[in-house]
């Protein structure tokens, strides 16, 4: 190839690389921006949950459904993260993150969550709602 | 630009196409079935802490460091998600997960968590750490 050919190539390849740089930085910043403005509008609670003994199964089986599909569907929904204690496997703590207050209402609206409370009513002893401040609210889970 | 140029040009251009897809479905194998692996081994717990009310700042300072240091130096701290209550400032629960009980094992030796540990002694009421099992282990965190 002659210059004719290489010359508008290489110029065409520079202002790719520097508008690429550009960008990148703006997207950071972006990026960065709006994680600090949302984890502010954040709502993150506790959920603590005792189950009786004899319905776990079926009450874990309804919480999975529950939580896949709300993680899947609802843009709002940051995550559903539920642990089974141990030693007490009836014991269940959920870390729910919402974006907003807006979201949290948007969620509790929705067929599945609904079809989860109703379906899981007699399956719950108990249940305490602990409404939490995030520690540290930049920080991140690595998927 | 002539055929002598433009037909290998394409050529490679097409052979990369190829290359790319069959690379992309690999790629989606192997995250996909590492998630999976990488979910079984994964040592999840919560840490239920009760702190000192004078030394609640100071602690949470050197929890925010240790956490902040922790996810971005070690690969094996998947998350370490603290919260305090909002009505009980004073009581922080910590969701951690880690990738694996070496990781831990690899965490608990770092110079940042013996200096968390170590600094925050005497600032600690109280702690509790409860084993868990995630109920939905594939359950994501939106960034």
Redesign the interface.
Known sequence: ?NAT?INPLLHGLRQIFRRGWLLAVWGLLLVSGN?AAQAKDQL???AKLEIHPAQLASY?AA??EE??TS?RVE?G???????????N?NR??I?E?YASQAAYKLHIQTPHFLKYKVGTKEMVKSLEL???????P??????
């Open positions: 190839m050919i994680a993150v609670r506790l874990k919480l999975k939580i896949e993680l843009p929904v940051i995550t559903l993260y539920a642990v089974a204690e141990k030693d496997p269940i703590t870390l993150i602990i409404e939490t401040v995030p520690v540290v930049s920080a991140q889970v690595k998927q």
